[in-house]
């Protein structure tokens, strides 16, 4: 089975503070994803990436920033968070491989406070 | 640039009835489909998927979905719930860009 692992499932951060959240999957995907998760509003992509170094904006890439060193491995950066920042943050992996197209597999989620 | 629509945000069910929640899509080229669910504090798992082939795909746990082209929805139905179905499910589309476009969610909650 394939495993998407997050750093932590709750954190409380202050306004200003720089908070990493990790993202490891052990299944050898070349895609990673980034994604928030707000009621009303489904999920919204952040930031993906599709091989090491290699990043892509998503629909609401501002106020965050993401790092792909190692294949296995997605950081989305908040450089300076802020309230409105206040979500639950999902991150996904995802194989080019045929028949598995594009079927996305989840971590646990990170749900963060900024107070 | 395909979008999803989940026609119903919340849906209450008793135990043991029948339930559908619907999902219309748009897309200008072939899609992939597919429903996830999300059990309260977790992240999303994923239910069932239609890559190609039989328009009709199953879950483990008794869910199924049909493809149907002309009307582009893949509806999903349970002919009787469990308590335990209660959860957020979403619909996804994706036209083999590697990303997926969701729906807003659909919240099914199973009164006993």
């Known amino acids: 089975d394939v495993k998407v692992t997050q750093s932590s499932r709750y954190l409380v951060k202050r306004t200003g503070e720089k908070v990493f959240l990790e993202c490891v999957q052990d299944?050898?995907?070349?895609?990673m994803f980034w994604y928030r998760q707000d009621p009303g509003l489904g999920l919204r992509l952040i930031y993906f990436s599709y091989d090491v170094k290699m990043k892509e904006k998503g629909d609401i890439p501002e106020g965050y920033s993401v790092s792909r060193e190692k294949k296995e491995r997605f950081s989305l950066i908040l450089e300076s968070a802020s309230t409105n920042q206040t979500s639950m943050y999902l991150c996904?992996?995802?194989?080019?491989?045929?028949?598995?197209?594009?079927?996305?597999?989840f971590g646990p989620g990170t749900r963060l406070t900024v107070l | 640039a395909q979008s999803v629509t989940q026609l119903d945000s919340q849906v209450p069910v008793f135990e043991e009835a029948p339930v559908e929640l619907r999902c219309n899509y748009s897309s200008s080229v072939s899609v992939y489909l597919f429903w996830y669910v999300q059990y309260p504090n977790q992240g999303l798992q994923l239910l069932l998927k239609y890559l190609s082939g039989s328009t009709l795909v199953e879950s483990i746990n008794g869910f199924e979905a049909e493809f149907n082209k002309s009307q582009t929805s893949f509806h999903l139905r349970k002919p009787s719930v469990h308590i335990s179905d209660t959860a957020e499910y979403f619909c996804a589309v994706s036209a083999g860009s590697y990303q997926l476009t969701f729906g807003k969610g659909t919240k099914l909650s199973v009164i006993p």
């Open positions: 299944m050898d995907h070349e895609n």
């Open positions: 996904a992996s995802s194989s080019h491989a045929s028949g598995d197209t594009d079927t996305q597999y």
